[in-house]
């Protein structure tokens, strides 16, 4: 068993890479500015199995990141976010290349980097654009790092379903951005870390770029039809154009935790699917989960009459307009 280092380990994805570690006995050490925001993870292993540290990606200095990586096994790096457009340089491309020199310098086994799927250093999107950047800066400075491009993630307490599960239950309509036709290939979180330990588990990988999507490809209609069927929320769909949708996205990014911002309609412009002869989870030796039979459980706090009110039955592939099926 060896030791890992999850940067972003109180995120979403992180927490999920945590416990999969644990899972398999390794010992897991999480940087954090808050320690005690990442007190909760100590359960998902033995006693003194998940160690929380203070460590600062904007302040700590590279003598406290060396120490910090002095003699472990592997970095998997999930820090990531969508907003503010002014801090994608630094935690999307300056934090990689940093955190890239360090497990150089040290001789650090294993090195995994979380991007996003669908991203290009030519792109319009600042997000997609400094993701790209953040990988090739990774892969120039450690080319063994293996780097992971997952579609839209889902799972318990993602920050996509919910989002738009609480919006259905506060009001009349739900927007249709571009008129919906958007696709997508919802990836379960638990994937997404099940190819990390993937990728801890043999050296092939190394150096390697997997895009990973689900088995399903919905548009984002689609995804937005399964939930109102879900949770029995009666509400209707109002279609958005882009350029409506930029300026209020331009609009909203202005509040501290907006759910739309202009750079985010770009990438709505963009299908988010695994491209052809591409790596996926067939490579690693996984079977992606479906997002559709998971939905009542997953919005289950969503549900119109509350959590223990009418049950609705989960979405079938069926259901779905034609083109949802791979």
Same mark, same amino acid.
């Given at each position: 068993?060896?030791?890992?280092?999850?940067?972003?380990?109180?995120?979403?994805?992180?927490?999920?890479?945590?416990?999969?570690?644990?899972?398999?006995?390794?010992?897991?050490?999480?940087?954090?500015?808050?320690? !005690?925001?990442?007190?909760? =993870?100590?359960?998902?292993?033995?006693?003194?199995?998940?160690?929380?540290?203070?460590?600062?990606?904007?302040?700590?200095?590279?003598?406290?990141?060396?120490?910090?990586?002095?003699?472990?096994?592997?970095?998997?790096?999930?820090?990531?976010?969508?907003?503010?457009?002014?801090?994608?340089?630094?935690?999307?491309?300056?934090?990689?290349?940093?955190?890239?020199? &360090?497990?150089?310098?040290?001789?650090?086994?294993?090195? @995994?980097?979380?991007?996003?799927?669908?991203?290009?250093?030519?792109?319009?999107?600042?997000?997609?654009?400094?993701?790209?950047?953040?990988?090739?800066?990774?892969?120039?400075?450690?080319?063994?790092?293996?780097?992971?491009? #997952?579609?839209?993630?889902?799972?318990?307490?993602?920050?996509?379903?919910?989002?738009?599960?609480?919006?259905?239950?506060?009001?009349?309509?739900?927007?249709?951005?571009?008129?919906?036709?958007?696709?997508?290939?919802?990836?379960? +979180?638990?994937?997404? &870390?099940?190819?990390?330990?993937?990728?801890?588990?043999?050296?092939?990988?190394?150096?390697?770029?997997?895009?990973?999507?689900?088995?399903?490809?919905?548009?984002?209609?689609?995804?937005?039809?399964?939930? @109102?069927?879900?949770?029995?929320?009666? +509400?209707?769909?109002?279609?958005?154009?882009?350029?409506?949708?930029?300026?209020?996205?331009?609009?909203?990014?202005?509040?501290?935790?907006?759910?739309?911002?202009?750079?985010? +309609?770009?990438?709505?412009?963009?299908?988010? +699917?695994? #491209?052809?002869?591409?790596?996926?989870? !067939?490579?690693?030796?996984?079977? #992606?989960?479906?997002?559709?039979?998971?939905? #009542?459980? =997953?919005?289950?706090?969503?549900?119109?009459?509350?959590?223990?009110?009418?049950?609705?039955? &989960? @979405?079938?592939?069926?259901?779905?307009?034609?083109?949802?099926?791979?």
């Amino acid at each position: 068993m060896g030791t890992f280092v999850v940067f972003g380990g109180t995120g979403f994805v992180g927490r999920s890479v945590v416990h999969h570690l644990c899972a398999e006995g390794h010992r897991v050490i999480v940087p954090t500015r808050s320690v !005690e925001k990442a007190a909760s =993870l100590k359960v998902s292993g033995h006693v003194g199995q998940v160690t929380p540290c203070a460590f600062d990606l904007f302040r700590s200095s590279k003598e406290s990141l060396n120490t910090l990586l002095a003699g472990v096994d592997g970095v998997i790096n999930t820090v990531g976010i969508l907003y503010p457009k002014r801090l994608f340089d630094t935690l999307h491309v300056q934090w990689p290349k940093t955190l890239a020199t &360090a497990c150089g310098h040290l001789g650090v086994e294993h090195l @995994i980097h979380i991007s996003a799927l669908g991203v290009a250093p030519s792109s319009k999107s600042a997000y997609a654009s400094s993701k790209a950047r953040g990988e090739q800066a990774v892969l120039s400075i450690f080319p063994r790092a293996s780097i992971l491009r #997952p579609s839209v993630i889902f799972g318990p307490g993602d920050g996509f379903l919910g989002k738009f599960a609480n919006m259905a239950s506060l009001l009349p309509f739900l927007p249709l951005i571009g008129g919906g036709k958007t696709r997508f290939q919802p990836v379960f +979180v638990g994937d997404v &870390a099940q190819a990390v330990m993937a990728l801890i588990a043999s050296e092939r990988h190394e150096g390697q770029v997997f895009s990973l999507g689900g088995p399903n490809v919905l548009s984002f209609r689609d995804i937005l039809q399964a939930i @109102i069927k879900t949770t029995g929320h009666d +509400v209707f769909f109002m279609p958005v154009p882009f350029f409506m949708a930029s300026i209020l996205g331009w609009i909203m990014q202005q509040l501290p935790r907006p759910i739309l911002t202009a750079d985010q +309609v770009i990438l709505l412009k963009s299908d988010n +699917v695994v #491209p052809a002869e591409t790596k996926t989870f !067939e490579d690693l030796g996984i079977l #992606p989960t479906s997002m559709l039979p998971m939905l #009542p459980e =997953l919005l289950q706090g969503h549900m119109r009459g509350g959590r223990w009110g009418t049950p609705h039955s &989960a @979405i079938t592939e069926s259901e779905t307009a034609p083109h949802a099926n791979l």
